[in-house]
């Protein structure tokens, strides 16, 4: 049944794509050769910063056990302002500042929906906290998915590092235990974001590295959906192609953790806790005080199941 709906998937996204694609193409034209009759007034019209910077950099994914495999890709990320460029994101601005305890803007990384089709493993909201009229990066809501299940998961983190217990099932080569360190810090002319996974038996034997740089602003929104024009198929490509190259290279293929753990989610929150008690024990012992963000007893964390017929 799930390889029937993963063949039927493909084929409803091919042709909704080539339709939406078709579409993009002729509005693109029309906007051309009728500039004025295609303006209208927008967030992208307004004065001041734009609400979408877009970023172009590489992915780079170095996997050295059980055996190495290590590739990278380009792609293009979009930065957004949520207070000011309207998107269809989980979260919005007041609730992302609700989850984070912040007061400030939020910006949204992520890759934007393309002519119908979708494909995000990493978004990163960064919510600012205004205090004494100075604006900071106070807390990070990553928001992982995995493929091709599309479960999600969202969960609190601090900006500059951070240690997470894995709370989701994000390839059929990796199995559940260990810790993603999350190192990402301030957006700017520059963009990075570092995982590295700790396993108790492998060690530090996965990083997943995101470098990239901003090259200009979108003016309209027809101009952002042409510059990630099939970008999110082009992640999935990647996807499917290196889990391809990792079962040729015999590496154990791994069933999802609720048929063996039922509970795994529950598994994953104690293990968090007790990473978040140990953390908040290490900043007591250095700094003698926690500050505001360092209290937290217990992380913020919010699954979304995956639809038929994964569930």
């Known amino acids: 049944m799930e390889a ?12 909704t794509s080539t339709f939406l694609s078709l579409s993009l ?4 034209l029309f906007s051309r050769v009728f500039p004025h009759w295609s303006q209208t007034s927008s967030a992208y019209d307004e004065p001041g910063p734009p609400p979408v910077r877009v970023y172009e950099g590489r992915v780079r994914h170095v996997r050295r056990r059980p055996v190495l495999h290590e590739f990278e890709y380009p792609v293009r990320y979009a930065l957004i302002d949520l207070d000011r460029a309207p998107h269809c994101s989980d979260l919005s601005a007041d609730a992302a500042r609700s989850v984070a305890g912040t007061n400030g803007p939020v910006f949204l990384l992520t890759i934007p929906k393309s002519v119908g089709y979708e494909q995000n493993p990493l978004s990163i909201y960064y919510c600012y906290h205004i205090e004494q009229g100075k604006v ?42 260990g810790n993603w360190r999350i190192n990402a810090v301030e957006p700017s002319e520059k963009l990075s974001v570092v995982i590295s996974v700790h396993h108790p038996t492998h060690g530090d ?107």
């Open 4 to 15: 029937l709906y993963l063949l039927f998937s493909i084929a409803s996204t091919t042709l």
């Open 25 to 28: 193409f002729l509005r693109s």
């Open 136 to 177: 900071h990066l106070n807390k990070c809501i990553a928001e992982v998915t995995n493929t091709p299940w599309g479960e999600r998961v969202q969960f609190v983190f601090l900006p500059g590092s951070d240690l997470v217990a894995k709370p989701l099932h994000v390839s059929p080569f990796m199995d559940m235990l």
């Open 205 to 311: 034997y996965f990083t997943a590295i995101l470098h990239a740089q901003e090259i200009n602003s979108v003016k309209s929104l027809i101009s952002m959906e042409n510059y990630f024009w099939l970008m999110p198929h082009k992640v999935a490509i990647w996807i499917y192609w290196q889990a391809l190259r990792l079962w040729m290279k015999n590496v154990k293929f791994l069933d999802h953790p609720k048929f063996l753990c039922p509970k795994y989610r529950d598994e994953a929150l104690i293990r968090d806790q007790n990473l978040m008690e140990k953390r908040n024990t290490v900043i007591l012992e250095c700094d003698g005080e926690k500050s505001p963000r360092h209290d937290e007893k217990q992380r913020w964390c919010v699954w979304t199941d995956a639809k038929w017929p994964w569930s």
